[in-house]
């Protein structure tokens, strides 16, 4: 297992991980390459991007794309995508990615590491028995303009 930064070069066999995760069941995704790599090089363009590859036998098995941001309770590290290439899941992987995120804030001194998901999708499952807490009283609000 190697990680390495995400990096503009390595952007586009990320989107694909990313199109081979989402495609599938149970998200059934449709993305296309194209918007996919606009998609994550969004997140690269953040003025305070980190991101992780996370590569087993010299393939791209998975990543995590994050940002920091300033929050009233102090800096926290927002991770904005996690995805983990369906032949690599369940192997402890995504694991991996989140225990680097947190050493990563914890090294840079961010109070915080937080995180949204689909609480319908085995994600959430993941999460919380990653220690992450439900929070709540945050509601996402959603509307397609007519």
Request: aromatic residues 16%; charged residues 20%.
């Amino acid at each position: 297992m190697l990680i390495k930064s995400i990096t503009p070069d390595t952007i586009e066999a990320c989107a694909n991980v990313f199109m081979q995760t989402y495609n599938q069941a149970p998200w059934n995704y449709q993305w296309e390459l194209d918007d996919a790599i606009k998609y994550l090089n969004e997140y690269i363009s953040c003025a305070r991007f980190e991101g992780f590859a996370l590569y087993e036998n010299e393939e791209l098995a998975g990543a995590l794309l994050a940002h920091t941001k300033t929050w009233w309770t102090g800096p926290q590290l927002y991770i904005d995508e996690l995805f983990i290439a369906p032949q690599y899941q369940n192997r402890g992987f995504g694991k991996v990615l989140m225990n680097l995120a947190e050493k990563y804030a914890t090294d840079n001194e961010l109070n915080s590491v937080m995180l949204m998901t689909n609480k319908y999708m085995p994600a959430m499952d993941f999460y919380t028995k990653n220690d992450y807490i439900h929070a709540q009283p945050f509601v996402v609000l959603f509307k397609q303009p007519e």
